[in-house]
């Protein structure tokens, strides 16, 4: 045990809600327990959703946490996944950052350790090594358990070098909480806004904030997060891939596209997830619009081979 290590809990922990960096000793043996004060944050969301009691409701509340979860669902699948962790097209480095804040701003951590994790679940889907798999480490784990422990906290830099090279993109990981903060504060500032120069609408500071922020934020959450749990439980299987992954048309409107994730486990490589024209994948279109306008190149397509082999 290194020296100070018993000065430095939960002192350490603490520092790690604001700075990623800030190394946690840990036993082997808790490597893999649920380290609740670090979680502590998330328990939070979850219970400040609750004052939605207090606040009230409001189109324009609604209607912000809707917008919210469009924009940062197409975030995550599109860039966090599609373009971070698959790197199916090109961007500048520009558009990169915006799309890596917007990322950000999901309360799922920096792109390097969502990247390096789901690399790591592609690897090896399915098997003890998979950081979150229903098969082997049960439903509820592959939900909401394993991102929560000590092991599971650190982002594996060899991983993603390709990724770790760009300061502005370290920076996001190691101090994850800032984006959503400024989101926050900014819910808070827009609905006391509005309150005074339209009351009409009925809103107020506080009502944007837990509609805006933490609800928008906490469905994003369990949608993004059902492609780990569900999506590798119910649904159809047109690949025989060794992992469970199904494609399951619920899952794909919930989360843009990501509900096609047999396809997607078979082929990781292509930009499209849908890969028949009936299969709804809101991201690729979304690329596709991005494309059109410049903002990305070089999208991947579905090679013919993949598509001859689905049969159906
Ligand atoms: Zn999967
Ligand atoms: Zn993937």
């Known amino acids: 045990m290194p020296a100070g290590h018993g000065r430095s809990w939960p002192g350490r922990t603490l520092r790690r809600w604001v700075d990623t960096s800030a190394t946690v000793q840990v036993d082997e043996g808790r490597e893999d327990r649920i380290d609740w004060l670090r979680a502590a944050p998330f328990v939070a969301m979850h219970l400040a959703c609750l004052a939605v009691i207090g606040v009230g409701v409001s189109p324009v509340a609604l209607g912000v946490a809707g917008a919210l979860y469009a924009l940062r669902m197409f975030a995550l699948t599109g860039f966090y996944h599609r373009y971070f962790s698959h790197r199916t097209f090109q961007t500048s480095r520009a558009v990169q950052f915006v799309f890596a804040l917007i990322g950000a701003s999901c309360v799922q951590r920096g792109p390097l350790w969502w990247a390096a994790h789901h690399r790591q679940h592609h690897r090896v889907a399915d098997t003890p090594a998979d950081p979150h798999s229903p098969r ?6 592959s939900h909401v358990g394993w991102f929560l422990t000590p092991r599971n906290f650190r982002t594996d830099l060899t991983r993603v070098p390709d990724l770790a090279k760009y300061p502005e993109l370290r920076w996001l990981d190691r101090f994850d909480i800032a984006v959503p903060l400024l989101l926050a504060v900014a819910m808070y500032g827009l609905g006391a806004l509005l309150q005074q120069v339209a009351p009409q609408l009925g ?6 904030l837990v509609w805006g922020f933490f609800v928008s934020t906490i469905v994003l959450f369990h949608a993004t997060v059902t492609i780990n749990s569900l999506a590798h439980r119910f649904g159809r299987r047109r690949y025989a891939t060794k992992d469970d992954s199904r494609n399951n048309l619920w899952l794909a409107l919930l989360t843009f596209g990501e509900g096609w994730h047999n396809n997607h486990h078979f082929f990781p490589g292509s930009s499209r997830q ?5 299969e709804v994948d809101m991201t690729w279109y979304g690329l596709k619009l991005m494309a059109m306008l410049g903002l990305v190149r070089g999208l991947k397509p579905v090679p013919a081979w993949v598509l001859a082999r689905a049969g159906s």
């Open 274 to 278: 849908g890969f028949r024209w009936w």
């Open 136 to 141: 082997v480490h049960g439903f509820l784990w």
């Open 203 to 208: 809103t107020s500071g506080g009502q944007m």
